[in-house]
Nanobody, 121 residues
């Protein structure tokens, strides 16, 4: 299984930006890599995903136009650029590998440990 390590979380003011990184132990082109988040008291939800087969990207409606997912194949790293952050984006963000992109967590093969993102003034 692919091992994943997230970084880049932190505290940011509303309207600010953060870039999360997900470093993988293996060849990321063999996997679809997604970002999920979980806020206190809420279920884990899919945020974005980049497909292994064609590099197609997917976004939740709540982040569309503000977040951008990308990958650096040479570094085996996937990024999530988050702009125009809102307090409701506050959550632990996890990257995950799967055979294909899906919002359903049951298809996830491996998870990272998570990184906290807090949006607050």
């Amino acid at each position: 299984q692919l091992q994943l390590v997230e970084s880049g979380g932190g505290l940011v003011q509303p309207g600010g930006s953060l870039r999360l990184s997900c470093a993988a132990s293996g060849f990321i082109l063999d996997y679809s890599i997604g970002w999920f988040r979980q806020a206190p008291g809420k279920e884990r939800e899919g945020v974005s995903c980049i497909s292994s087969s064609d590099g197609r990207t997917y976004y939740a409606d709540s982040v569309k136009g503000r977040f951008t997912i990308s990958r650096d194949n040479a570094k085996n790293t996937v990024y999530l650029q988050m702009n125009s952050l809102k307090p409701e984006d506050t959550a632990i963000y996890y990257c995950a590998s799967s055979a294909y992109c899906s919002r359903d967590t049951k298809f996830v093969a491996s998870w990272g440990q998570g990184t906290q993102v807090t949006v607050s003034s």
